[in-house]
């Protein structure tokens, strides 16, 4: 297969800055592009994903300019958004696409939206259907479920949404359309997704009322330039917290990492696991929590997982299974169907790839049961372009025994640019 080999290590030693958060560096960017006055950026993400919403606001008319990952976004409202010229390519970045789709639904012209292969393949209509019923034109592929989508300016009406999966792209693109509808527009979530839209919304000056899995915005709202220091992305720290949990000697240190509620399943699960996981120096900056985390070895056991816990850590749920493949006793992960609709069938392509490495994977309509093994073999693996399976691989390629070979190692950049030059310094 050829690829980038990640041979077996003895153990780490050292700290690791990680990435800024994804999801808060997109919600920055947008929420930015939509206010007055200048907001200034710190810790912005400088993956491809993040990279291509900020080209989607300059096809709009944003005026922003970027130094190493400062951003500055000089906002004029959306008053000011211009209709683009060619169509608005958000790469392989579902967040920029269907946030996208909910900012741009009360815009008075038409705009195109499409994505590479990948982003045209996975459904859209969980966020076009209630588009749609708050008034926004659209069309599209499969009745505008897929990509390319065209939406065409109309003037939206509020209106209550009771949603079958707790998603947080889906509550995010009716809240940002709500900004711009008439009269009030709430989502009720069967559990509670991801809130950092409804944080920064805050942030940025907006009224949110909000309880439990329940939020409301009202149309109107003026949002206000803001400074935002992006804290590090707990999806990334997650690697290294499984990759020093079953190293045999040492300990990683990451600093000013988000420990957001919403988000920090993985941190839960595993110290359910067994891991040696502490949080220190806690603290809250532009409304979101922080932390360092310290990780040692330790042994991990087998547990079960579904419900809400799901989306507290849908995006860690590939390094959570090796962790689990290595872990004594057996795992099982149930509730978690939306991994078959992400940048690739993570529920099969994560079975499959781990199968081939020696683990003991089944997989489940909407999950996996794991039989944990005392080591795993190796061989080789493929990304399938999907950044977070190319991590987990890379990391399974450390704690084998005899090392992993990666196909398209590069998918990591989309959320984490040089992965693997940054493990390398703290490898002992």
Not at 122 to 127: D, G, H, K
Not at 163 to 179: D, F, M, P, W
Not at 184 to 210: A, C, I, K, N, Y
Request: glycine share 12%.
């Amino acid at each position: 297969m050829g690829g980038v080999f990640i041979r077996p290590i003895a153990g780490v030693e050292g700290e690791i800055r990680v990435p800024g958060d994804k999801s808060i560096s997109h919600r920055a960017a947008l929420m930015g592009g939509m206010a007055f006055g200048e907001t200034h950026v710190t810790n912005f993400l400088l993956g491809q994903d993040c990279l291509s919403t900020l080209r989607c606001l300059k096809q709009l008319g944003v005026v922003w300019e970027r130094q190493g990952t400062e951003v500055w976004i000089r906002g004029k409202g959306m008053e000011a958004w211009q209709e683009p010229t060619n169509v608005l390519d958000a790469g392989n970045s579902g967040t920029t696409f269907r946030l996208m789709l909910g900012v741009l639904a009360g815009s008075p012209f038409s705009v195109t939206l499409s994505g590479d292969d990948s982003l045209r393949s996975r459904p859209m209509r969980r966020v076009t259907g209630p588009l749609k019923q708050m008034g926004a034109s659209i069309l599209g592929r499969s009745g505008g479920n897929m990509a390319p989508i065209t939406m065409m300016g109309g003037q939206l009406q509020g209106q209550s949404f009771h949603t079958e999966v707790a998603s947080a792209q889906v509550k995010s693109a009716i809240l940002l359309a709500g900004l711009r509808a008439n009269g009030e527009t709430s989502v009720q979530e069967p559990s509670l997704s991801r809130d950092h839209t409804e944080r920064m919304l805050r942030g940025f000056g907006v009224e949110v009322d909000s309880a439990e899995t329940f939020v409301k915005v009202r149309g109107g709202a003026r949002l206000t330039g803001q400074k935002v220091f992006v804290p590090g992305d707990i999806s990334s720290a997650a690697f290294f917290l499984v990759l020093g949990s079953l190293m045999r000697q040492g300990e990683i240190i990451l600093p000013d990492v988000g420990i957001n509620p919403t988000r920090t399943g993985i941190i839960d699960v595993l110290q359910a696991m067994g891991a040696d996981i502490e949080l220190l120096e806690s603290s809250e900056l532009c409304g979101e929590p922080r932390a360092t985390l310290r990780v040692r070895p330790s042994q991990l056991k087998g547990v079960e997982l579904g419900g809400d816990m799901i989306p507290r850590l849908i995006d860690e749920i590939p390094i959570l299974a090796v962790a689990a493949s290595l872990a004594e006793g057996e795992t099982v992960i149930r509730d978690a169907a939306e991994l078959r609709v992400k940048e690739t069938d993570r529920i099969q392509r994560v079975a499959q790839g781990l199968n081939a490495l020696g683990a003991k994977i089944e997989e489940l309509p909407d999950g996996m049961r794991i039989q944990g093994q005392p080591a795993l073999r190796g061989g080789e693996a493929s990304s399938f372009g999907d950044h977070r399976l190319a991590m987990a691989w890379a990391i399974v390629g450390m704690l084998s025994k005899e090392g992993v070979s990666v196909e398209d190692m590069s998918a990591a950049d989309v959320s984490y640019p040089n992965f693997i030059d940054v493990i390398k310094k703290v490898v002992l």
